[in-house]
């Protein structure tokens, strides 16, 4: 039998900083996300943590919630051109299916986990009354023994017709060699098929305003056993999207998001340089 395990704290924290976007941020919100919340049931003191301050954390938090509000834009988009395929890798404490009932039933969404995190997601849901309807998908991968690409076959994906997928906050803490996988085996993906991915920039390439908060954030992340270990320039970003076989390759900067989403506002939020954005097409 499977054990339940919780989710990486890594995973926790973006549900805890997207319900914190609702509880301190001015409106318009972003995205409008308090079911993590409900999923990760953290300490009644969470907001007390360190990583929530909201001042010292409120680029990154901006970051999260901008991300997930651009990606879930491109599924709408493809979703209005027939692509009917959505694939999120490492879904940790995503609440697409819950939230987006306005278009979830019409897109069959694959979740890729670990299959502790996974079994475990898999009770919160049942056990919060959300159960898991019949276009979510739940996909358990030992991402070390097994190939994504090849669960997800066994569980229903149709590799031959489109599909988006989107992968976040995952490829600093992997291997150049890891990352070149993912982007080789998501080329594969049908004609007409769309990867977003987010990437970290080299530390000289960070705002210089940023440069400390992102030095702390890498000693805090390696403190906690998950290093980061690979960074990319935009231009090297791309270079590897053509040369896995992806047909197009866009960098999304922190300024497009930035112009997209926090124009106007009244709290001068916005997103960190630090992460910015890949959109590659096959």
């Not at 989710?7 to 079911?35: G, M, N, S, Y």
């Not at 954390?57 to 901008?66: C, D, G, L, S």
């Not at 009917?84 to 890729?112: K, S």
């Not at 690979?230 to 497009?256: C, M, N, Q």
């Amino acid at each position: 039998m499977l054990h339940t395990i919780a989710p990486e704290d890594t995973a926790l924290r973006v549900a805890l900083w997207r319900a914190l976007h609702l509880q301190v941020d001015a409106q318009p919100h972003v995205l409008e996300d308090d079911i993590g919340l409900k999923l990760a049931a953290p300490e009644g003191n969470w907001r007390e943590r360190p990583d929530m301050d909201p001042a010292i954390m409120a680029r990154i938090r901006a970051t999260i919630v901008a991300r997930a509000r651009l990606i879930e834009d491109l599924v709408e988009e493809q979703a209005a051109l027939g692509v009917d395929q959505y694939v999120i890798l490492g879904a940790g404490l995503d609440t697409f299916a819950q939230r987006r009932p306005d278009i979830a039933p019409g897109i069959r969404l694959f979740e890729v986990d670990q299959t502790g995190p996974q079994k475990w997601k898999r009770h919160r849901l049942i056990d919060l009354g959300y159960g898991l309807p019949e276009h979510l998908t739940l996909v358990p991968v030992d991402f070390e023994a097994e190939s994504w690409w090849d669960r997800l076959a066994d569980e229903g994906f149709d590799a031959d017709r489109p599909a988006v997928v989107a992968s976040t906050g995952v490829t600093m803490y992997l291997t150049a060699e890891a990352n070149a996988d993912t982007f080789r085996q998501a080329a594969q993906l049908a004609p007409g098929s769309t990867f977003a991915t987010t990437f970290t920039l080299p530390l000289e390439l960070v705002e210089p305003e940023e440069q400390p908060g992102r030095s702390n954030t890498e000693r805090l992340a390696r403190a906690a056993g998950n290093p980061f270990i690979t960074f990319y320039s935009p231009d090297e970003i791309i270079a590897l999207a053509k040369e896995s076989g992806f047909s197009g390759a866009r960098h999304v900067s922190a300024d497009d998001v930035a112009a997209r989403y926090f124009s106007g506002r009244t709290d001068n939020l916005r997103p960190s340089s630090s992460e910015q954005i890949l959109i590659a097409t096959t």
